[in-house]
């Protein structure tokens, strides 16, 4: 099964390394690979930056992948998660340090 996508367009302002862009482009890559990729694309985001709408931007701008591309399913999972008040296991391990904290 092939699940490399057209080569998209000039990389996006929220993927300045191309990271997300790449996952798209490799040949049969699996969901662990993505989901690599996917976090070391967010731990390179900028301070501030809103994950979900970035998640949101880069899923709309690769909107041309194959259906079931792993990295889709990440995204959209990010959008979702960080909309819904984050309530991911990042956040509860956020949330049980600050309490240790705190």
Do not use: V, Y
């Not at 191309?18 to 989901?35: K, T």
């Not at 079931?68 to 990440?74: D, K, T």
């Not at 959008?79 to 296991?89: D, F, L, P, Y």
Request: some cysteine; aromatic content about 4%.
């Amino acid at each position: 099964m092939t699940t490399r996508a057209p080569d998209t367009a000039a990389p996006h302002p929220m993927d300045p390394r191309g990271l997300i862009r790449e996952a798209f482009r490799i040949e049969g890559i699996g969901p662990e690979d993505c989901r690599s990729i996917f976090f070391d694309w967010a731990m390179g985001l900028a301070p501030g930056t809103n994950a979900a709408a970035a998640a949101k931007a880069l899923r709309a701008h690769h909107a041309d992948a194959p259906d079931g591309h792993p990295m889709i399913a990440l995204l959209q999972q990010a959008e979702t998660e960080q909309s819904a008040g984050g309530r991911g296991r990042a956040s509860r391990r956020r949330r049980r340090a600050q309490d240790e904290a705190g």
